[in-house]
């Protein structure tokens, strides 16, 4: 399974019912600390980016919180480490492959980049009349990107 960090939060409780119906999962969870997925497809479609990294939301007191995820997967059953770079990961999933229950494995990554060698088109239909230029502008890479659309 490969999920970020805002889709975790929402869905972490499925790691404990891998684990009570020992059912094993390895998770890869991508942490960019917010939806950044959907910060990027914002701005995209010539929205100006509001509310979806931890950093950039209302807060109060101490800020935003600083999230282990490591340590939530395992105070839900699964084994779980955190790791810095490529090479660490590939050796956690051998670690994960080799265990006998969920697995979860958190690496950090750039809020702002995606990949682009996959060649990837969100269709996300984007407003026909704006007075932003740049929603107008992101209706015409829209059109664009729909004429190029493979069928």
């Known amino acids: 399974v490969m999920v970020g960090d805002g889709s975790y939060l929402m869905l972490n409780n499925e790691i404990v019912t891998s684990v009570m119906l020992d059912k094993k999962l390895i998770i890869v969870l991508l942490d960019n600390r917010g939806y950044g997925c959907i910060n990027r497809l914002q701005q995209s479609c010539g ?27 395992a105070s839900l059953g699964a084994l779980s480490e955190k790791v810095a ?37 969100w269709e996300v239909a984007v407003p026909e009349v704006s007075p932003s230029e740049s929603v107008r502008q992101a209706r015409a890479d829209y059109l664009r990107g729909k004429e190029n659309q493979k069928r």
């Open 47 to 73: 929205g100006k980016p509001f509310n979806n990294m931890l950093k950039d939301c209302l807060q109060i007191g101490e800020g935003s919180p600083s999230i282990d995820f490591a340590a939530n997967a």
């Open 85 to 121: 770079n490529i090479p660490e990961l590939e050796a956690a999933l051998q670690r994960a492959r080799s265990a006998k229950r969920t697995y979860l494995i958190c690496i950090d990554t750039d809020d702002t980049r995606t990949t682009e060698e996959g060649g990837w088109w």
